[in-house]
């Protein structure tokens, strides 16, 4: 809904809403500010939705990467996670490490 020709853009003013939490997490992971982006996580995630964000972020994934390689390799992070999920105690973490690995590959250090 908020993509453009391939980018993410801001939403607009009539839609914000409790999913522009999800744009801000995953901006705040790749400027490696995981500490900050994982608080946000924690503090507006419900974890009723923690699978549905994974599909969200499935469904954007140009933001973790221009390449074809970058959103080849952000997929099998994303498809790792959400098998992680159902084994899990703890989805939060990992869904923060999930975002991590993300982060990494956004800045090329996979």
Same mark, same amino acid.
């Given at each position: 809904?908020?993509?453009?020709?391939?980018?993410?853009?801001?939403?607009?003013?009539?839609?914000?809403?409790?999913?522009?939490?999800?744009?801000?997490?995953?901006?705040?992971?790749?400027?490696?500010?995981?500490?900050?982006?994982?608080?946000?996580?924690?503090?507006?995630?419900?974890?009723?939705?923690?699978?549905?964000?994974?599909?969200?972020?499935?469904?954007?994934?140009?933001?973790?990467?221009?390449?074809?390689?970058?959103?080849?390799?952000?997929? %099998?992070?994303?498809?790792?996670?959400?098998?992680?999920?159902?084994?899990?105690?703890?989805?939060?973490?990992? %869904?923060?490490?999930?975002?991590?690995? %993300?982060?990494?590959?956004?800045?090329?250090?996979?």
């Amino acid at each position: 809904m908020n993509s453009a020709e391939g980018t993410l853009q801001a939403p607009n003013v009539a839609d914000v809403g409790e999913q522009d939490y999800r744009i801000e997490m995953v901006e705040l992971f790749k400027q490696g500010k995981i500490t900050e982006a994982r608080k946000l996580l924690c503090s507006q995630a419900r974890p009723e939705e923690m699978e549905d964000i994974y599909r969200w972020m499935y469904d954007n994934i140009e933001i973790f990467g221009d390449t074809e390689d970058q959103q080849d390799e952000a997929t %099998l992070v994303i498809k790792q996670g959400i098998v992680d999920h159902s084994f899990v105690a703890e989805a939060e973490i990992n %869904l923060s490490a999930t975002l991590i690995k %993300l982060a990494r590959i956004c800045n090329g250090s996979n």
